[in-house]
Each structure stands twice: as C-alpha cells, then as structure tokens.
C-alpha cells in the first residue's frame, strides 16, 4: 500500500534510510565518499515528509519504501523527485516502481510536465528503466568541502 507520509512516519523512514543506504551505495561509492556522506544523507528531513507529497510503501506496517516530489521553484510545471528509496532487503520486488509511478501520477495530474531527479549512481539504471533520461554527472555539496557525485536526469510527463 502507498500512502502519503505522516509526521509519525519520520522515525521509521530515518531507520529505513540508516539501514538502507549503506548496503545500497556501497558497491557504487568509494568508503571515502561514504564515511562522509552516509551520515548526511541518511537521515529523515521531516520538512519533506510532512509536505504533502511524500509517500510511503507499507507492506504490513512496516515501511518498505519512501519517497516524493517537489515543485521547482525556478521552472514553472517541473517539479523534482526527492529520496526515493525501497528497503535494502526488499529490492527487485516493484516497490520503487509502485513509489515512483505514484509520484509521477500524482506530479501529472497537479499540472507537472517535467521531473527532474539527482540520482545516485546506484539509482541511474532504475530511473533510466523508468523513462528518465541522463543528463550529466554532478556533483551536491552536502556539506562546504563535502561533495557527493550523483547524475542529474529528466522525464517528460
């Protein structure tokens, strides 16, 4: 089941990242990369979760997925995929598929034209298999002096 994220959903989506991504990441990333970056990006942003258009995937009552949109501010109808992610142990099981064809559904039909994602180098295989085209690589300064490499991409809805 997917539902739109609570504020009760903050603490499990944060294990649901610290659990996940370092498995995830790990064949991608070099552990210089990830001893900086795991602790930055592993952690629940509770002003995304509560925004309205961040989901959860359930199966049970545990969370097996999280992950959302959000309208740009610079590019009127484009909005951005935010921390899609499905559970470490629960890949290749069409979680991140149900996630991401929900976002884009829901992104649609709010007058969405355009999504663009920063995706991880582990993620740029699901997104390309999900209609979005690469654009180049990039790099997020998570932090001044810490930067993460990730690939910026595109989809027309």
Do not use: N
Not at 62 to 80: K, L, N, S
Not at 123 to 147: D, H, N, S, T, W
């Amino acid at each position: 089941m997917i539902r739109t994220a609570t504020r009760a959903d903050i603490a499990p989506i944060d294990a649901l990242l610290a659990r996940s991504y370092p498995k995830l990441l790990k064949p991608d990333y070099p552990p210089s990369v990830l001893v900086t970056a795991l602790p930055l990006i592993s952690r629940a942003q509770p002003g995304l979760i509560t925004c309205g258009t961040y989901y959860v995937a359930e199966i049970g009552d545990e969370i097996v997925g999280a992950g959302g949109w959000t309208p740009q501010r610079r590019r009127r109808r484009t909005g951005d995929i935010r921390h899609v992610i499905s559970a470490a142990d629960r890949t290749r099981q069409g979680i991140g598929r149900a996630l991401l064809a929900h976002i884009l559904g829901v992104a649609r039909k709010g007058g969405i034209t355009c999504m663009d994602c920063q995706a991880t180098c582990t993620a740029v295989p699901f997104y390309k298999a999900m209609g979005f085209a690469e654009l180049g690589p990039i790099e997020i300064e998570l932090r001044p002096g810490i930067v993460f490499p990730a690939v910026r991409m595109r989809r027309r809805l």
